[in-house]
């Protein structure tokens, strides 16, 4: 296996500028999406099929009553055990030596299960229409620009940010780095945590928060729903492993009964066998 | 327990049915491989030209991917001391001054006093634009000004565009200077 990397956030050095979610755009040539006054500096309410990262605009008051403002770059956290990954019906979600998960979009039947699914809510579906005008559709997120990773490159959003807000690393380096920039910032943020669930078995973008995940919107305890995990580890290899024996039986079937016909026929031809 | 009676003609049949399936399944197509020459890397052939952001006076170096027709991507320049690499959210979006839906490729005229853009030629514009400026420039041109040479006009403006880039800047300014105009501007703000 190759090496893990990680996307380390740190939000206390993000200055909100949005360039990550533009780079984003830029790179995978998404569209623009125009949206209506939210009441708040955020763009986009969610991530969407077309906008794989937003970031995200929160107004708390801290502990001492004063406003803190809260920005956070928000996309797929890239799960080690990817709900997604296990519920699809068409094995179209995959684990890539990165440690990224991506979405095979030739494979994909856009069921919308691993939308359902997503512990963080960041799959979308898009719908398209064929050139008979049939509609199809298929589920889109953020890849982590594995694209680039195989090329050497580093993901389009940390590459532009300018505050180094963002890096892209090793994964236990990444890890490392993150605890100590909490006990860096803890006398200011004495909520200060990583936030690297290991409900989902650790994510590939880890945060440094200044307050509870909560504060964020995000989960404080993600799991991979106990459905998913009945679904793939047990249900789909029993129901493979049946649908594979009833085949088996079907061809098997198929040839004896060819053959004992033939020879039926033969001996009938031959006017050897038995009339009454 | 089920006997199986082939004659010659059945075997034979077989037999080249099953190696037929081999060869197709084991020496002739990989799946993988055709799928992953099917999607080239974005911007594994273009042309890279270095430039400057257009948007505000830091000055960040981008990097502009080229193909044939089109600006196909464009990311901060590594190399630049200024910005290494990085960019902000709008310049970020610097391939749509190329790209976008909404540029205006055409030269357009608004006649004094009209409120309708109307679509011109190159050659009128062209010979339009010297000869007012030639006009208007004869007519306010000041030689001098409480003894001090000024060698200026104060009847014609320039408004830069946001979008123009580091050498079309320059070339403006150039012109502008050697006509006499003082009122140089530039629309960007960030």
């Not at chain 1, 910032?185 to 509870?212: C, F, Q, S, W």
């Not at chain 1, 964020?216 to 249900?235: I, Q, R």
């Not at chain 2, 594994?44 to 505000?56: D, H, L, M, S, Y």
């Not at chain 2, 991917?65 to 959210?89: A, F, I, M, Q, R």
Request: proline share 4%; charged share 25%; hydrophobic share 35%.
């Amino acid at each position: 296996m190759a090496t893990e990397y990680v996307k380390y956030v740190d939000v206390t050095k993000c200055d909100g500028c949005r360039a990550c979610m533009v780079a984003c755009k830029n790179w995978n040539d998404l569209p623009a999406e125009p949206q209506d006054f939210l009441g708040t500096m955020q763009s986009h309410a969610n991530v969407s099929a077309d906008t794989w990262n937003v970031l995200t605009f929160v107004e708390h008051e801290n502990s001492e009553g004063k406003l803190d403002y809260l920005f956070r770059h928000s996309s797929c956290y890239h799960c080690t055990d990817a709900a997604c990954e296990k519920v699809c019906p068409e094995n179209a979600i995959s684990y890539t030596d990165f440690g990224t998960v991506v979405i095979d979009q030739d494979t994909c039947v856009g069921c919308g299960y691993c939308v359902q699914n997503c512990p963080f809510d960041v799959i979308s579906l898009k719908t398209y229409k064929d050139k008979n005008g049939d509609e199809y559709r298929k589920a889109h997120k953020c890849t982590m620009c594995t694209d680039r990773l195989e090329e050497g490159l580093q993901p389009a959003c940390v590459t532009t940010c300018h505050t180094e807000a963002m890096e892209f690393g090793e994964k236990e380096a990444m890890i490392k780095k993150a605890e100590k920039r909490v006990q860096e910032i803890k006398d200011r943020y004495p909520n200060a945590n990583v936030y690297n669930p290991k409900g989902v078995g650790g994510t590939h973008t880890i945060y440094v928060l200044t307050e509870k995940p909560s504060v964020y919107g995000m989960p404080e305890n993600p799991k991979v729903p106990t459905s998913a995990v009945l679904w793939k580890d047990y249900a789909q290899p029993i129901g493979k492993a049946m649908v594979g024996g009833v085949a088996m039986a079907l061809a098997g079937a198929f040839v004896a009964n060819k053959f004992f016909d033939k020879k039926n026929n033969q001996e009938n031809r031959d006017g050897g066998g038995s009339h009454e | 327990m089920v006997e199986i009676n082939l004659n010659r003609r059945q075997f034979l049949k077989l037999t080249g049915a099953t190696a037929a399936t081999l060869a197709v399944v084991e020496l002739g197509f990989n799946e993988k491989e055709v799928h992953a020459t099917s999607k080239e890397f974005k911007i594994a052939k273009t042309n890279v030209t270095p430039t400057i952001c257009a948007f505000c006076g830091v000055g960040c170096g981008i990097l502009v991917h080229t193909d044939d027709k089109t600006v196909v991507y464009t990311e901060g320049d590594p190399d630049s001391p200024v910005n290494e690499g990085t960019l902000c959210s709008k310049g970020t979006t610097i391939r749509q001054v190329y790209t976008s839906e909404k540029r205006v490729t055409k030269p357009m005229y608004r006649a004094p006093g009209s409120d309708k853009w109307v679509e011109k030629d190159w050659d009128w514009m062209y010979k339009t634009i010297s000869q007012r400026v030639k006009e208007t420039r004869d007519k306010s041109f000041v030689v001098e000004e409480n003894g001090i040479q000024v060698n200026k006009t104060e009847a014609i403006a320039s408004l830069g565009g946001a979008a123009l880039d580091n050498e079309e800047t320059y070339l403006l300014a150039k012109m502008m200077r050697g006509l006499g105009v003082t009122y140089l501007e530039h629309q960007a703000r960030i």
